[in-house]
């Protein structure tokens, strides 16, 4: 509760300041932390209430975030959608933040939508999916050396990889997303 507590109030602060950037990258982690407690609802308000006022630049806030906001804000519509039972809303938003990724070379971001996919694929049922965006999150993940995507993409893995059936994948999986965590 503090983590969204303390992101509501960077939020409000960030309003008051006229800084679009601010207030694009403090919504973005206020959306991030509501979906993480399971406030899907909240969330979704917060990303429709951000992508309602799109900025020109898609890029704006990267120099502080890291990589897009926006984009990021996206990727969490759709993957809330999904989470709410409304995939066929989620898809399009989730495949439209992975091209804003893909368009601006944001690779951390890219494996973001690919770990929100992953759990899209489950949610529908669609196992072969869930297990090839998996592993392009693995290879994306490994090949960039990104911690938080790599603990990410191999989590997911693992839960696709039981998805399939296959526990034994599923374990090995799920150790290295936790040897790599520590």
Excluded: K
């Amino acid at each position: 509760a503090a983590y969204v507590d303390l992101s509501r109030e960077a939020a409000g602060l960030a309003a008051t300041t006229g800084d679009p950037a601010m207030q694009l990258v403090c919504e973005r982690s206020l959306a991030a932390s509501l979906y993480h407690v399971g406030r899907f609802a909240e969330s979704l308000a917060v990303s429709d209430r951000a992508l309602a006022r799109p900025p020109d630049n898609p890029r704006l806030g990267v120099e502080m975030w890291g990589f897009s906001p926006y984009t990021y804000l996206v990727a969490t519509r759709g993957y809330v959608l999904s989470l709410m039972g409304r995939p066929a809303e989620g898809h399009p938003e989730l495949e439209r933040a992975a091209q804003l990724a893909r368009e601006h070379d944001e690779p951390e971001l890219r494996a973001y939508t690919y770990t929100f996919r992953v759990v899209h694929a489950e949610i529908i049922g669609d196992r072969n999916a869930a297990i090839r965006l998996a592993r392009r999150a693995v290879a994306l993940g490994e090949r960039t050396g990104i911690h938080s995507s790599r603990v990410l993409a191999w989590h997911v893995l693992a839960v696709a990889h039981l998805l399939h059936g296959e526990y034994a994948d599923a374990a090995i999986a799920a150790e290295q997303s936790l040897a790599i965590s520590r």
